[in-house]
């Protein structure tokens, strides 16, 4: 069983800095490959930022350049920092673990956190 806990959102005009926190439990967090996801109002949730258990990522052509993912697998934590915020931006934000048991893909979810860009 894997926790996933998001912190850090907020409201921040256009411009600003954001960053999200995801605290993780359960054994399988080393080995997962760690994700944030948004959904913005009306909007299907869609991938923001990855990063593998190896520590190569990837990001939304939307984001790249302005937000930057990392994880930190002693303290069990990962984290998204988000620069040059925009309005657009404006969505719940999900982190998201997924990992092979064994037997198959787990796919385990926060509970989101709201960012609010204003203009």
């Known amino acids: 069983q894997v926790q996933l806990v998001e912190s850090g959102g907020g409201l921040v005009q256009a411009g600003g800095s954001l960053r999200l926190s995801c605290a993780a439990s359960?054994?399988?967090?080393?080995?997962?490959?760690m994700g944030w996801y948004r959904q913005g109002p009306g909007k299907q949730r869609e991938l923001v930022a990855g990063?593998?258990?190896?520590?190569?990522?990837n990001y939304a052509g939307s984001v790249k350049g302005r937000f930057t993912i990392s994880r930190d697998n002693v303290k069990n934590m990962v984290y998204l920092q988000m620069n040059s915020l925009k309005p657009e931006d404006t969505a719940v934000y999900f982190c998201n673990a997924n990992f092979w048991d064994g037997s198959s893909w787990r796919d385990y979810w926060g509970q989101g956190t709201q960012v609010t860009v204003s203009s």
């Open positions: 990063v593998s258990s190896g520590g190569i990522t």
């Open positions: 359960g054994s399988m967090f080393s080995s997962s490959f």
